[in-house]
Every structure is written in structure tokens, then in C-alpha cells.
């Protein structure tokens, strides 16, 4: 979140915003695999896959784009989180004003919710790049997650499954 904090809002197109909130992604991604070992050892019966924290932050990314992002936290973290959806704000208002014909129909909240549904899949490709091949030897989806008695889905290949339909990855799944 901190790396899309840094996002600068004077001229910003969507193509812009995807770069930034791409390059966002990837920061983040690169952080949480350089923490995840220590994690491990930290509390190793957490059952947290690397697969699963690199979702739940592509989820919180998705959820602070199309502002959603419920996160309390302190005071300060408080703020901080309305200065970022304030920017935010401020770039859809500009890309609102970029694309008139198109968006003036549409709410500000509805022109979020657009953006992010036509760019999460590459904003899903930046947070598991994986140039290191860090995300190599990592599963995710347990191996009854398919769609039938039968089948099984797991995504064996840097976190990523290969998709016969549209699923969006930012849908973590929960397990009672």
C-alpha cells in the first residue's frame, strides 16, 4: 500500500495509473517474498502459502482502487489511507474528464469498479512477477478447490492458474 501511496495525480491517464499501480503490484510482491521466509519461522503453523499473502494483497490493492479499503488501523494510518483515497479520487475525476463520452454516465464509484475489472489481470501478473524465480516451488489453491468431485484446481505455475474462464484472482478464499 505504501508504493501506491506514492502515486503522483497532475496529468494522470489510466494508462498512467496502470503503470503506477502496477509498479505498486510488483514492489510489493518483491516484498512480501523477501519477508515470507522469515514469516515461516515466525509462525509456522499459519498454513500461509506465499501464493495466499501475494492474493490478499493484490486483494487490499483491488479493494484501495476501487475504494473499498476497510482497514482501521491507528489515527496516522487513518490519514494516510484518506490522502491515498483522496488522490485516487482525483486521478478517476481527471481520467472521468479524459474519457467524457464515454464515462459521463457512469459514477465516480462505477468508474473505479471498471478501471479495476479491466486491469486486474495485469495488475495480478505484476504483484507474481517473478524474475528471480522465487514463486517456483509454491501452490496455490489447496487440491480441493475444483469444480466438481473429480477435479482439482491449483495454481502450479508462479502462483498463477491457467484460466479456461474469466475467475478473478483477487478472490481469496476462505476456509471455516
Request: a positive charge; aromatic letters at 10%; one cysteine or more.
Amino acid at each position: 500500500d505504501k508504493n501506491i501511496q506514492q502515486i503522483k495525480t497532475e496529468n494522470i491517464t489510466t494508462h498512467n495509473l496502470l503503470l503506477d499501480v502496477c509498479l505498486a503490484a510488483k514492489y510489493e510482491g518483491e516484498s512480501l517474498k523477501g519477508y515470507h521466509e522469515q514469516y515461516e519461522v515466525q509462525y509456522p503453523s499459519s498454513g500461509s502459502t506465499m501464493c495466499t499473502e501475494l492474493a490478499r494483497s493484490f486483494a487490499d490493492i483491488g479493494d484501495i482502487v476501487r475504494g473499498r479499503d476497510l482497514y482501521g488501523g491507528s489515527k496516522k494510518e487513518k490519514e494516510k489511507r484518506k490522502q491515498l483515497d483522496d488522490k485516487l479520487k482525483k486521478i478517476f475525476e481527471n481520467i472521468k474528464k479524459e474519457n467524457n463520452e464515454k464515462l459521463k454516465s457512469l459514477t465516480d464509484d462505477q468508474i473505479r469498479e471498471y478501471w479495476w475489472t479491466a486491469n486486474r489481470e495485469t495488475v495480478w501478473k505484476a504483484i507474481t512477477c517473478d524474475e528471480e524465480n522465487k514463486l517456483g516451488g509454491y501452490l496455490y489453491f489447496r487440491g480441493t478447490c475444483g469444480d466438481n468431485e473429480k477435479s482439482v484446481t491449483q495454481a502450479r505455475d508462479k502462483c498463477r492458474r491457467k484460466k479456461k474462464d474469466n475467475t478473478p484472482d483477487d478472490q481469496v478464499p476462505t476456509y471455516f
